[in-house]
């Protein structure tokens, strides 16, 4: 079965460090791979996402995130964290079973906090 | 409008009531999904629908929740006979055409509570 794991319900960093949200994945085939965050009381907002070629994707404020496929991995990084980010962080693949259906599979989420 | 607007964004009702739910997706997206965010957990997938195709209804967990699209527009979630358990975060997301690696762009979210 396909399926996305964040296995840190929660991470802490200070302000200006480097910060790193892990995700693993298993599917059957090449993945496709999204981050998204969501900040409180608001919908998910789309950070970055993998498709094919250069295993680092850079994205949205200063996000990016590194392709492992020996280590079927998918962890979101940033080099310097901000406040700002504080926010639930939620890893997604593609679902690429079940025909033409579009469908994420997502992680159960992972909240960063950036102490200032 | 510029993204994926749903209403209500909140609704209160009482276990047994019908409830439905609306969302308005981005201009021109064909491709239409429709999640549930239970507290503390992770997004699941309820339904999908595509253009003029049969939607994939294969995440609705009971025959008391059902949706329709009209063309590539608006969308209704309904949900009859409300539980408790039905409380959550109703998400509904659009994305460009079928291609699978097009990202989805969410909505703000109806929170359901099931009194």
């Known amino acids: 079965a396909q399926s996305v794991a964040q296995p840190e319900d929660q991470v802490n960093v200070a302000e200006g460090n480097p910060l790193t949200v892990k995700c693993t994945y298993s599917v059957s085939g090449n993945p496709y791979l999204f981050w998204y965050v969501q900040y409180p009381n608001r919908g998910l907002q789309f950070l970055l996402k993998y498709i094919t070629g250069d295993n680092l994707v850079k994205g949205s404020y200063g996000f990016e995130a590194e392709f492992n496929k020996s280590q079927t991995s998918f962890h979101l990084k940033k080099p310097s964290a901000l406040v700002s980010d504080s926010a639930l962080y939620f890893c997604?693949?593609?679902?690429?079973?079940?025909?033409?259906?579009?469908?994420?599979?997502f992680g159960t989420g992972t909240l960063l906090a950036v102490q200032p | 409008g510029a993204g994926v607007s749903q209403s209500p964004s909140n609704k209160v009702t009482e276990k047994g009531k019908d409830v439905e739910l609306r969302c308005d997706p981005i201009?021109?997206?064909?491709?239409l999904y429709w999640y549930r965010q239970r507290l503390g957990q992770g997004l699941e997938f309820l339904i999908y629908f595509q253009g003029n195709s049969a939607p994939d209804k294969s995440g609705l967990p009971s025959d008391r929740f059902s949706a329709e699209r009209t063309g590539e527009s608006v969308s209704t979630l309904t949900i009859q006979r409300t539980q408790q358990e039905d409380s959550a975060v109703y998400l509904c997301?659009?994305?460009?055409?079928?291609?699978?690696?097009?990202?989805?762009?969410f909505g703000p979210g109806t929170r359901l509570t099931v009194l």
């Open positions: 997604a693949v593609r679902d690429l079973v079940g025909g033409a259906t579009n469908k994420l599979i």
């Open positions: 997301a659009s994305s460009l055409g079928a291609v699978m690696y097009n990202e989805q762009f």
């Open positions: 201009s021109g997206h064909t491709a």
